[in-house]
């Protein structure tokens, strides 16, 4: 019996993600997000934006700063469930913009980002198959791919996760599209913040179109206590200092 065939007796797909899940989290963060969205011609265009979430990202504000063009935008989520609400407010019109479920294909500001990809993945979504370990940058990981059950739900049919062995942290991810294809690849860097495992830096490159998109997280602040009456649509008109 190979050491692969023990392993798989040992954990599951689901066991590794529901482990993941209930590692300790900060009850909030603080964070500044640069964002490059690089063209496959090289052009590059970068934004700035601060980011206060809780909950596990359940809840989410974000205040754009720069380009000139982009001050002021403004985006909310709360999501409650299998219920997810997304709001932008775009002062160029003085109006908020909600994003329905049929803009989740749409990019999050010209970004390799889609609105989807800033939903919390729900575990009982998805089915899990731990389909071997393998090295990723000289760390050893279990590979898990998830099958989206209700593919009605998404602009995805799967995710196939590398996640290191050693602190269960997803370092990177293939997103397919719903014929099977390739679609996203992102690739996960970390930092200690307080004895717990941030992120850092996320690359999101669009692997059918040769264009990638660059994340940088600095300033980040765990656990500064942001009330949850903060997470309201008046919010999103003044960047806080």
Known sequence: IS??????????GYDIIEKINKKDRPKDIKSVLTM?????NGEKRTSVFKSWTKDNGEKQLIWFIEPFEYKGIAFLKIEKGNNTN??????????????SSADKNDS???????????????????????????????????VVLSLIKNQKNSTYSQH???????????????????????????????????????ISFIKIKNLK?????????????????IDDNYFREHRLKRIPK
């Open 86 to 99: 997304m709001k932008m407010w775009l002062p160029r019109y003085k109006k908020i913009r909600k994003i």
């Open 3 to 12: 050491s692969f065939s023990i392993l798989l007796c040992d954990v599951s």
């Open 209 to 225: 179109e040769g264009h990638y998109t660059n994340l940088y997280i600095d300033d980040i602040i765990l656990d500064s206590g």
């Open 160 to 198: 196939e996760t590398w996640i290191s062995k050693n602190d269960l942290l997803p370092i990177k991810e293939i997103s397919y599209d719903k014929d099977g294809i390739k679609d996203k690849e992102k690739e996960f860097t970390y930092i200690k913040k307080e004895n717990r495992d941030m």
């Open 36 to 40: 490059e969205s690089i063209k496959s």
């Open 108 to 142: 999050f500001m010209n970004s390799d980002l889609r609105f989807e990809d800033l939903y919390i993945r729900q575990i009982d979504h998805y089915t899990y198959t731990l389909t071997k370990e393998e090295k990723y940058n000289d760390k050893l990981c279990y």
